[in-house]
């Protein structure tokens, strides 16, 4: 079985995250997509969250599980016997970080662990989850960069009546 882990923060999933996920979802057999419990960063929803909402925006694709984990993604990945790592690529400006994570990554796992890149769909090239919890915090209109459900629950956390 061809499986891969797609692994970020999620805080909150965006149109551009399911994009990629929805793509990579169609050439796996099974893809975990899974919220990095990152202990350095404060997010705007828990990791329990995260993984609820990301069941929910996925739930129409079969082949999608949703998980979360913490420490080191080779270890992880080892754990559950997948060998490929999905990211998403949107702009120069990823690709170094990118780079590097992925070459890291092959050298802490002895070549066991590989990352495919999928180019963003021009239409979310601008979005991240930061440029969301921006422009909500503020009231504005986030409504072509997340689901509806999502959204409500985004202005909720910010206390914003919608
Ligand atoms: P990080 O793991 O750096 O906190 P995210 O959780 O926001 O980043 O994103 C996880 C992955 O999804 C990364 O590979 C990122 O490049 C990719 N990604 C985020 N937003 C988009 C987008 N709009 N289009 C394509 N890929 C994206």
């Not at 979802?25 to 997509?33: H, K, N, Q, Y």
């Not at 790592?85 to 590989?114: C, M």
């Not at 969301?132 to 202005?155: H, L, N, Q, T, Y």
Request: charged share 25%; glycine share 6%; net charge negative.
């Amino acid at each position: 079985m061809k499986n891969a882990i797609y692994p970020g923060s999620f805080d909150p999933v965006t149109y551009g995250h399911l994009d990629i996920i929805r793509r990579s979802a169609s050439v796996f057999d099974e893809l975990i997509v899974s919220v990095l419990n990152n202990v350095k960063k404060t997010p705007l929803f828990s990791v329990e969250e995260r993984v609820k909402i990301l069941e929910k925006a996925t739930e129409d694709i079969p082949n999608v599980k949703i998980e979360s984990f913490s420490g080191l993604l080779v270890d992880y990945a080892r754990a559950r016997d997948v060998h490929v790592i999905v990211r998403g690529l949107r702009a120069i400006t990823d690709f170094e970080y990118e780079l590097q994570n992925a070459q890291t990554n092959r050298l802490l796992s002895k070549g066991a662990l590989d990352t495919m890149f999928f180019t963003t769909s021009l239409e979310y090239a601008y979005l991240s989850s930061t440029t969301v919890r921006e422009i909500a915090s503020f009231g504005g209109d986030i409504s072509g960069c997340v689901p509806d459900f999502v959204e409500k629950m985004i202005f909720s956390k910010f206390g914003i009546p919608k």
